[in-house]
């Protein structure tokens, strides 16, 4: 009974990320204050069809999305890490200027890039920078359209290369440490919720 509930939300979730690449490209303003319950629910999602019994992944998931934050908040208050940006109020409720979702977002995000690309290569090195690489693509994606949905602006407009190397930096040595528990995620799931992320941040960078 379970399993199949956790079924049914990852089709909601589909459903909700099929309705909001519609929506947001039709009424903007309407769709955009549901933005951070979308990445709630998203990562609710892989949370419940990843191994939480086990405390280790937990604790590995929300250390590494406390260490994001962290590291978006020095990011954002010296742009020495990414560039100089700050957040707008697209992502919802913020601390010391960075949304709370966000970190959470980047946390799932690296999880489900190192799983899915753990079922491709067995180096732990490779799978790590692969999967950097991959992360740190789907934010070259996100950043097209991040100032028209008011979730952060770089000084000066677009990033330069310097946040780029700066992620790639950030997501390997992040989760270096966690990987053993990291790769026990379901690969399932996390190859799904990457496609749909990419899916929903190419619909709106074509037609919005």
């Not at 769709?31 to 086990?54: D, E, N």
């Not at 994606?141 to 677009?158: C, H, M, R, Y």
């Given at each position: 009974?379970?399993?199949?509930y956790?079924?049914?939300?990852l089709y909601?979730?589909?459903?909700?990320?099929v309705?909001?690449?519609?929506g947001f490209?039709v009424n903007?303003p309407?769709?955009?204050?549901?933005?951070?319950?979308?990445?709630l629910?998203?990562?609710f999602?892989?949370l419940?069809?990843?191994?939480?019994?086990?405390k280790?992944?937990?604790?590995a998931?929300?250390?590494v999305?406390?260490l994001g934050f962290?590291i978006?908040?020095?990011g954002?208050k010296?742009?020495l890490?990414f560039g100089k940006?700050?957040?707008?109020?697209?992502?919802?409720?913020?601390?010391?200027e960075?949304?709370l979702?966000?970190?959470?977002?980047?946390?799932?995000?690296i999880?489900?890039?190192?799983?899915t690309?753990s079922?491709?290569f067995?180096n732990?090195i490779?799978?790590?920078?692969?999967a950097?690489l991959?992360?740190?693509?789907?934010?070259l994606l996100?950043?097209?359209v991040?100032p028209?949905?008011d979730?952060?602006?770089?000084?000066?407009?677009?990033?330069?290369?310097h946040?780029?190397?700066?992620w790639?930096?950030?997501?390997?040595?992040?989760s270096?440490?966690f990987?053993?528990t990291?790769?026990?995620?379901?690969?399932?799931?996390?190859?799904?919720?990457?496609?749909?992320?990419?899916i929903?941040?190419t619909s709106?960078?074509?037609f919005?």
């Amino acid at each position: 009974m379970i399993k199949t509930y956790k079924s049914y939300l990852l089709y909601f979730l589909m459903l909700v990320y099929v309705s909001g690449s519609i929506g947001f490209v039709v009424n903007p303003p309407f769709f955009s204050p549901f933005t951070p319950y979308t990445l709630l629910l998203t990562c609710f999602v892989f949370l419940i069809h990843s191994p939480v019994s086990v405390k280790k992944f937990i604790f590995a998931f929300f250390s590494v999305a406390f260490l994001g934050f962290i590291i978006e908040v020095i990011g954002v208050k010296t742009g020495l890490i990414f560039g100089k940006y700050s957040y707008g109020n697209g992502l919802g409720i913020k601390f010391l200027e960075v949304p709370l979702i966000i970190s959470i977002n980047w946390a799932m995000l690296i999880f489900a890039g190192i799983t899915t690309v753990s079922r491709i290569f067995a180096n732990k090195i490779t799978v790590l920078i692969v999967a950097s690489l991959l992360v740190t693509g789907i934010d070259l994606l996100i950043e097209q359209v991040a100032p028209k949905l008011d979730f952060w602006q770089f000084e000066g407009g677009l990033p330069g290369l310097h946040n780029y190397l700066g992620w790639i930096g950030v997501a390997f040595f992040i989760s270096y440490f966690f990987y053993p528990t990291i790769i026990k995620g379901n690969r399932t799931v996390s190859l799904i919720i990457l496609i749909l992320q990419i899916i929903f941040f190419t619909s709106l960078f074509i037609f919005i």
